[in-house]
């Protein structure tokens, strides 16, 4: 994120704990197309990576390089899947070929290690002023956390759907 140089933030190897615990709701299916359309909501992710920050705001110059770890809450997301049909051992799978994630966070929590080259003091003023000012980063973390979901949803899905075949899932009615 570059928003002049005022403030310039890049997050990277984010990995994400805490999907699996996902509520579905408004769920729309087309079996003719294996398309699916429903929203999630997430009550807490966790994540952890790396970041590198610099923020320049009024006397207050907040620079830092390092690991990165947080909470978001109350996150709902609209999910897209796209799945194809294959055949295994004479029967017909099917499988995601492409997920969408789009998410909109309600609340986040950041700790950056390392501020300030580590000072414990000036650190803790700087994790005070992000968490504090927490929609900047959480619009952008969206990004990297919607291409982690996709990820991880989609090789969960794929896992399940390897289970079962097309018959077993929609008998013919």
């Given at each position: 994120?570059?928003?002049?140089?005022?403030?310039?933030?890049?997050?990277?190897?984010?990995?994400?704990?805490?999907?699996?615990?996902?509520?579905?709701?408004?769920?729309?299916?087309?079996?003719?197309?294996?398309?699916?359309?429903?929203?999630?909501?997430?009550?807490?992710?966790?994540?952890?990576?790396?970041?590198?920050?610099?923020?320049?705001?009024?006397?207050?110059?907040?620079?830092?390089?390092?690991?990165?770890?947080?909470?978001?809450?109350?996150?709902?997301?609209?999910?897209?899947?796209?799945?194809?049909?294959?055949?295994?051992?004479?029967?017909?799978?099917?499988?995601?070929?492409?997920?969408?994630?789009?998410?909109?966070?309600?609340?986040?929590?950041?700790?950056?290690?390392?501020?300030?080259?580590?000072?414990?003091?000036?650190?803790?003023?700087?994790?005070?002023?992000?968490?504090?000012?927490?929609?900047?980063f959480l619009d952008e973390l969206t990004p990297g956390l919607e291409r982690s979901l996709s990820e991880t949803f989609k090789n969960t899905a794929n896992e399940i759907l390897q289970?079962?075949?097309?018959?077993?899932?929609?008998?013919?009615?």
């Amino acid at each position: 994120m570059d928003r002049g140089s005022e403030f310039k933030a890049t997050f990277s190897e984010l990995l994400v704990s805490g999907p699996s615990k996902f509520q579905v709701d408004n769920l729309k299916v087309n079996i003719d197309k294996l398309t699916f359309d429903f929203n999630i909501y997430l009550p807490k992710l966790s994540f952890r990576g790396k970041y590198d920050l610099k923020i320049r705001l009024l006397l207050l110059n907040i620079a830092g390089v390092g690991d990165l770890k947080g909470v978001l809450e109350n996150s709902r997301a609209r999910v897209k899947l796209y799945c194809e049909r294959y055949d295994r051992d004479g029967q017909q799978y099917m499988r995601v070929k492409r997920l969408a994630v789009k998410i909109q966070i309600e609340k986040g929590q950041f700790d950056m290690k390392d501020l300030f080259n580590g000072d414990p003091v000036l650190s803790q003023v700087g994790n005070q002023f992000i968490n504090d000012n927490s929609r900047l980063f959480l619009d952008e973390l969206t990004p990297g956390l919607e291409r982690s979901l996709s990820e991880t949803f989609k090789n969960t899905a794929n896992e399940i759907l390897q289970l079962a075949t097309l018959d077993d899932m929609f008998p013919a009615a």
